[in-house]
Structure formats: structure tokens, C-alpha cells
């Protein structure tokens, strides 16, 4: 398959396939692509490798000497290439492993670059050996790089992948300065020596060697990646440094999201991209990496970022502008027709001349009376600055004239915006617009109520003191996200400013179900002053949560409310939140579970609370303050409505929370056993509880009358019954189950459980289809006061005139 493009009034690329009919082919009109150089019809674009040399791929197998000196030990390695593949060999001569990478057919790179490959030795580049002809085939000798390459372990972090990037744009600098362009910058192409070390770049299979006098201009490419390829690839423009820049930063896009970002599109739709500037970037993105990836893909190279705004950037400096975002004054001027600047805002515009070049020139194309972005902000009304917005309009003219930072948080703006979004949806236009506003003109005050806010602090008091008007106005304001902009274009940009944003836009998407606005407002209150103490009610503040211990060594109905609320208000934990107190993220996880465990008890959620964070609080019960389980048992089992009292602890839940959440049991696991038996009854789980309590409390005593059941004769047809009287002659609760030693039909046991002081079991024997003899068997009565075993037997007579059965019964 193969691209050329017909020049003509009207730009179209022609996909031709010549395997497919004539009627079968199709053409993609461009009326939008930017202006190129006419191409000739021999120039083609070829995006893999022909048919017959494609069938060569892993062609040689494990043992096979190339070049009479290196042994295949593995290949080809990674994914196979149209232009060639690569192989893990030996080299006899030296006892090492080198990467061998043999050319497909005829292919083979320039001799003027593989001649200035084999000298290039730096620390982040793979270097190269060996090269020449084996079996009229090309190949190159290379560093075997042990760690692998970088796209086995994608996806990275932001941060994992900044780390990396100062190796890849040294090995670019060193490259460039030796007049050498890589020109197939991708994943593929980054090594790890070690994984513990730095990034390499290697593979320049189609490297060009950059003549310094003269301009190095696309022809024919093959094996060129059409995902990574820079616009004056495609269109046979200049060739510079400045392509290999562009290919980073679609590089770092894939490595980011550990897929190509042009996943899934024809090569048509990603030609069109590169040519149009439309490089699809993840909404993940976070705003500093978008300025990033914005700054490498421009679709310009004399705008494009290089080595020194890449490194300004790790250094998270001001980004140089490159003198070609500085036109001279007649280089855009006004179009005849359009109004003249006596009709826009110029206001108050003298404090942001320092920021923005001096140009008249530099007017908005979309609103020409504006030349910065503070008069751009004055008049969004005054234009479709929302299309605009999303069409990046606004974006590019903010990077090629202002500031890149100030272009990519209109970036990130316009990418949480959709069309279909937008449709019909008035007031979140107006939402955006405001935003865009306060990024345009960082200056502007954050009205709330009639009331000027010009800082944090004159916020953080609002949020502290504002009356019921404002609480309103003030909470509007926070949902529909106009803080977070105002303070991004306030605040100067860097981590302690990013931290910020994202506390508050996580109170948004937090708290968005609430339905009460002060608690949103407490959350932003402390996230703006963390250190301010929590107060409660009179002369009652804490610092921290362990203070709430000392509190509640003396608890009074006033501050149990007041901390009900806190918690189940959801105010506590927000206030844990913004603080960060050590183990902070622990501690949220506990309340919530204890504000949703607790909620038709919220009594014991409120102390369960406290307990967490100062155990030796004692436990509230008739009138004494318990520290000890074993003084609770006692308690607990002095009387008939001690034990009254006890049940009603432990059904609510007030024992589990206590022993648990004051540490005061080690085995949580058999303390929900017994909690949790849907088996035994209340009494039962109570008994159970006061021997976990006091494991040396007495136990019930088991008691059994009568010692042996003997039915003696029993005729079929007439069954007999006997009972077994069970009782407790100790203290506490008895319970347990009877059941026979060995199952039978001949006899059953009508109750299998029993609890209480005194218990009934009724046994039946019957003789129906036995022989004559005796019969014996055991009851087994096992309970939490021990275990007895009674025996049980009876005999069937035999009929008149048989004698046998006499000595039956006496065996």
C-alpha cells in the first residue's frame, strides 16, 4: 500500500492498494491540510515492509554464526520490523553478548551515518561495534542492553517517567551535535542497560546525517512510524533536530498510557493529525505534562520545544521562548474590515506588560481589538470564545505569542470539555468561561456575596465566618469549580499550589452527595489553614484527636452531641483529612466504617471513635466507669437485671466496640464466633461473652436424673417413652445438644437442644421390624457445663413357643 499526494488547488492524499480493484480504491479529501512543498509522484510513503521481505522475518535459528563471529543464542528479539530484526548473539572473539541487528533484503542505513554511528560513544547511547555485509545482507553489531527495552514495562507514572527523560534528551543533544537526526524515536528504541540505570537510545536504523550547510529535506522513507512521525516528515519539509523532539513527545505519550495514542485509527486519520496539529492527549494528563507534550508536538518546528525548554522544564523554570514566537511588528497585522482597537477593554492593563512581549502585532486573530490575554478576558462575551476554545484557537495563540504554561492550563480547560456536553447547557458554558477567564487574566478578584477575595487567607476567613447569605453564594461558587480556578491563576504555579487544587476538586467530587454546604465549606476551611484547632463548642477546641480522650474522661451531654455531629456529620474525618495527622489515611478509613456501622447506634460509634484514639477511656454502665473486661463480667452477673443490662450492651454493640477498638481482647476472630452464632440464643451469647470477659468466672454445672434409662420389654406395635431431667447446679447459663452415640431408627430423640436451669428430653423406643434381643445405646448430652453420657436399652420378646430368643437376650 502506498500514500502520494496530488498537488492541485484542492490537497488530496490518494490511498492506493494495488492488490485491490480500481473500484475499491478511495481518496480522503484535506481541504484543511496546511501548505507543503509539492511532492513528486515518485515520492511514496511507505508504512511496511514488501511482501517478500516481510516473509524473511526469523529467518535464522539458536546456533547459527553470522559473520563467521557471532552465535544466535535468541531472536529476534522485540517486535519485527519491515526495515530488519534484531538478535541476542555471542561474540566468539570476545566472550560477550552483542545485539546483531540484520537488514531486510537491500536495506541498509546511509554510509556517511553508519560511519559517524560507529564513533559515537555516550553515556545514553547504545553503542555501535560492528557493521558489514554477511550473505548480501546488512547488519550492525551493538551493545546487548540487559535490562530490556522501555516498552516491557509500560505503563509508567509521570514521575517515573520524568526521571528518565534527562537521559533521552542528552543522548538527543549529543546526537544532534553531531549533525545526526534519529528521525524513529520511540518505545522500541529505548534501552535499559540495567534496569536500575539510566534510559539508552539505540536502533538509528533510519538515521540521516545532518549536513551543516546544507537542509536536509525528506525524500523516500520506508519502515518510516507513522505513529511518532512529525509533520515535516510527511510533507517534505526541513528535517531537523526538531523532528526527533516531536517523536519524544508522542514517545512519551505511549509510555504514559502503554499504548499508542493513535490506538485503533487508520493511517489516513493519523496522517491527518500530524499535518493539522491534533494530537489526541489522555484527559490524565496532569497540566504540567500536558504543557510538556503540547511544547514537543507543535506543529511548527521554529515553535516546537528542544533541548533547552525541555530541561527548563524538568527544572520547572520559566520556558524560554524561541526567538521565532517574537514576530516583528508587521508580521501580523490587523485584516482590513475588522474593528479597530477603540472599542476594546484596555483597562487596568499596565501590571501585566512585564509578562507578555511588547507587540501590537500580537492581537487575537479571533478578537483582533485584544493584544493580552487580560483584554481577551474583558471581552469573552464579545466573540465565540467557546468554539474557540475548543477549536485551540485560543491555546495556540497563547503559545505562540504569551506563555506556553498559560496555553496548556487552556489546554487542560478545553480538554474537560465536550460539544455534546455543551449542547443546551448554558450555565456550564458559562462555568467554562468563567474559568478561562480567571486563566486569562490571573489578576482578577474572586467575588463571593459582594465581598472582594484577593488571597488565601481572605478566603479561608470567609469560609470561617460567613454568614447564611454568603455560605450560599460561597458554596456555589466551590461546586461549580470557579475556586480552583481563581486560585490556579492566582497562586503561582508549583506543587504546593497543585496540591491545593487537587484537595478541592477532591472535596467536590467527594462531598457532591451530601447535601449540606457547610460541610463542604468546613472541608475547604481546614484544606486552606490545616493548623487552625477544631473547635467544638464554648471553650472547647482540640489540636489533635487524642485530645478527645481527655474530654471524655468526663463525658457531659453537651460534648457528646456536639462530637455526634462532628462524626456522623461527616466533619470529623474532613478535618482529620486536611490535617494529615500521622496515619491519617487509616484513621478515615476507620470512621467511615464506624459512621456507616454505627448509624442506628450512633451512640457507640461516637465512643468506638474515641476509643480508637485514647483506649483507656472507660466504658460508661450502671453508674461505673469499667477499664477492666474482668470487672464488667462481675457486674454483669450480679443480678437478674445486671444481666438485663449486660444483654442490652451486647446487642447494641457496645462490648464488641469497646473490647475491640480499646484493644482490650487479642482474638477479634472468636470474639465475632460469638457475637455472630445465629445458632444459640441471647442468654447463650451473653454466658459465652462473660467467659471471654473473665476466663476464670464458674462455669454452669451439668446435672442428669436418671443416670441410665432401661426400657426394659417393649412389644411392636407399642412404643415407650422416658424422659431426662437436665438442670444447672452452678452458676450462669446452661445450654447445650443431646444426640445418641450411634443413630438408629429403634430410638429418638425428640429435643436436640436445651438451655436454661432445668430442661426435659423425651426418648421413644420402638420394636417395629426388630428380632428378638436387647438393645442398647448411649445418650450424649454435651453442654457449655460438660459432657455426660447416659445409657439407654431395651429388649423384644420373642413369639409364644419360641425359646430362642432367651439365650439372645443373655448373650
Known amino acids: 500500500m502506498t500514500c502520494e499526494r496530488v498537488t492541485g488547488i484542492t490537497r488530496r492524499y490518494i490511498w492506493r492498494d494495488s492488490s485491490l480493484p480500481v473500484t475499491q480504491r478511495y481518496t480522503i479529501a484535506a481541504p484543511e491540510m496546511p501548505a507543503v512543498a509539492p511532492l513528486s509522484v515518485t515520492q511514496h510513503y511507505v508504512w511496511q515492509a514488501p511482501e517478500n521481505e516481510r516473509s524473511r522475518v526469523g529467518q535464522f535459528n539458536q546456533g547459527v554464526l553470522l559473520a563467521d563471529r557471532y ?5 529476534p528479539l522485540g517486535e519485527s520490523s519491515g526495515e530488519g530484526e534484531v538478535y541476542c548473539c555471542q561474540d566468539e572473539e570476545r566472550a560477550q553478548k552483542v545485539a546483531v541487528k540484520l537488514y531486510h533484503g537491500q536495506n541498509a542505513p546511509k554510509q556517511s551515518v553508519i560511519e559517524q554511528l560507529q564513533g559515537l560513544v555516550h553515556p545514553y547511547i547504545v553503542r555501535l561495534q560492528d557493521y ?5 545482507q546488512f547488519y550492525e553489531v551493538m551493545d546487548y542492553c540487559t535490562g530490556g527495552v522501555l516498552s516491557d514495562v509500560m505503563p509508567l507514572t509521570e514521575d517515573e517517567l520524568e526521571a528518565l527523560i534527562p537521559g533521552v534528551v542528552q543522548a538527543l543533544r549529543f546526537c544532534h551535535e553531531q549533525g545526526i537526526i534519529h528521525r524513529d524515536l520511540k518505545p522500541n528504541n529505548l534501552f535499559f542497560n540495567n534496569l536500575d540505570d539510566g534510559i539508552l537510545l539505540g536502533d538509528f536504523g533510519i538515521s540521516s546525517y545532518l549536513e551543516k550547510s546544507a537542509a536536509q529535506v525528506t525524500q523516500t522513507f520506508h519502515h518510516l512510524t507513522l505513529d511518532y512521525a512529525a509533520p515535516e516528515l510527511l510533507d517534505g519539509h526541513v528535517v531537523s533536530d526538531k523532528t526527533d523532539y516531536y517523536a519524544l513527545g508522542l514517545t512519551l505519550v505511549h509510555i504514559l498510557l502503554g499504548a499508542s495514542p493513535f490506538s485503533g485509527q487508520s493511517n489516513n486519520e493519523i496522517l491527518v493529525a500530524h499535518l493539522r496539529g491534533r494530537i489526541p492527549l489522555p484527559k490524565t494528563l496532569s497540566s504540567r505534562w500536558r504543557s510538556l507534550i503540547r511544547g514537543l508536538t507543535h506543529l511548527q518546528p521554529e515553535a516546537r520545544w528542544g533541548y533547552r525548554q525541555v530541561m527548563a522544564w524538568l527544572q520547572e523554570e520559566p520556558i524560554p521562548l524561541a526567538a521565532s514566537l517574537h514576530p516583528a511588528p508587521t508580521s501580523r497585522s490587523t485584516p482590513s474590515g475588522m474593528p479597530s482597537r477603540s472599542k476594546v477593554d484596555t483597562s487596568n492593563t499596565d501590571h501585566h506588560s512585564h509578562a507578555y512581549p511588547d507587540t501590537t502585532s500580537a492581537r487575537y486573530p479571533g478578537f483582533p481589538e485584544a493584544s493580552t490575554p487580560a483584554q481577551l478576558a474583558r471581552n469573552l462575551d464579545r466573540f465565540e470564545a467557546m468554539e474557540q476554545l475548543i477549536k485551540g484557537d485560543i491555546r495556540r495563540w497563547l503559545f505562540d505569542f504569551i506563555s506556553p504554561v ?23 458554558e458559562a462555568q467554562i468561561l468563567m474559568r478561562l477567564r480567571y486563566i486569562l487574566d490571573p489578576d482578577t478578584s474572586l467575588i463571593v456575596e459582594g465581598e472582594t477575595i484577593d488571597n488565601l487567607t481572605q478566603l479561608a476567613n470567609l469560609a470561617k465566618h460567613a454568614d447564611r447569605s454568603k455560605i450560599s453564594s460561597l458554596d456555589a461558587t466551590l461546586w461549580r469549580g470557579e475556586i480552583e480556578a481563581w486560585i490556579a491563576a492566582k497562586e503561582r504555579a508549583g506543587n504546593r499550589t497543585n496540591e491545593l487544587l487537587s484537595r478541592i476538586s477532591a472535596i467536590r467530587q467527594r462531598l457532591s452527595q451530601t447535601g449540606h454546604p457547610r460541610v463542604a465549606l468546613f472541608a475547604l476551611r481546614y484544606t486552606l489553614d490545616p493548623q487552625q484547632p477544631l473547635h467544638l463548642f464554648s471553650r472547647y477546641s482540640i489540636t489533635h484527636p487524642h485530645d478527645l480522650g481527655a474530654l471524655f474522661s468526663r463525658p457531659s451531654s453537651a460534648l457528646h452531641g456536639v462530637v455526634k455531629k462532628l462524626i456522623f456529620g461527616r466533619y470529623f474525618e474532613e478535618w482529620i483529612r486536611a490535617a494529615e495527622f ?4 487509616n484513621d478515615i478509613r476507620f470512621i467511615e466504617d464506624a459512621r456507616l456501622r454505627y448509624l ?7 465512643y468506638s471513635v474515641i476509643w480508637h484514639y485514647s483506649p483507656d477511656v472507660p466504658l460508661p454502665f450502671q453508674g461505673h466507669a469499667i477499664t477492666k473486661p474482668r470487672d464488667l463480667a462481675r457486674l454483669i452477673d450480679k443480678d ?23 484493644s482490650k481482647v487479642n482474638n477479634t476472630a472468636a470474639l465475632d464466633f460469638v457475637l455472630l452464632d445465629t445458632t444459640t440464643s441471647d442468654e447463650a451469647k451473653l454466658e459465652n461473652m462473660l467467659q471471654l470477659l473473665d476466663p476464670f468466672i464458674a462455669k454452669p454445672q451439668l446435672c442428669v436424673q436418671p443416670k441410665v434409662l432401661h426400657f426394659g420389654s417393649v412389644d411392636p406395635g407399642a ?6 431431667v437436665l438442670s444447672n447446679e452452678g452458676r450462669g447459663h446452661l445450654y447445650g445438644h443431646v444426640f ?10 425428640h429435643q436436640a437442644r436445651f438451655e436454661g436451669l432445668q430442661s426435659r428430653i423425651e426418648i421413644t423406643v420402638n420394636s417395629i421390624g426388630l428380632e428378638p434381643g436387647r438393645y442398647r445405646n448411649q445418650l450424649v448430652i454435651e453442654s457449655n457445663g460438660g459432657t455426660l453420657q447416659i445409657d439407654v436399652a431395651f429388649y423384644v420378646k420373642a413369639e409364644s413357643g419360641d425359646e430362642s430368643w432367651w439365650g439372645r437376650i443373655t448373650s
Open 740 to 749: 445418641l452415640k450411634a443413630p438408629t431408627t429403634a430410638m429418638v430423640v
Open 406 to 428: 498559560m496555553a496548556g492550563a487552556v489546554d487542560d480547560l478545553a480538554a474537560c470539555v465536550s460539544p455534546d456536553e455543551l449542547s443546551g447547557t448554558s450555565g456550564l
Open 582 to 585: 500521622p496515619g491519617w489515611e
Open 71 to 75: 552465535r544466535i543464542l535468541s531472536g
Open 132 to 136: 558489514g555485509q554477511w550473505q548480501g
Open 640 to 662: 437478674d437485671v445486671s444481666q438485663k443490662k449486660g444483654m442490652a450492651l451486647m446487642k447494641l454493640g457496645w462490648l464488641r466496640a469497646w473490647l475491640i477498638h480499646s
Open 719 to 724: 412404643p415407650r417413652k422416658r424422659e431426662v
Open 600 to 606: 442506628d447506634s450512633k451512640d457507640v460509634g461516637v
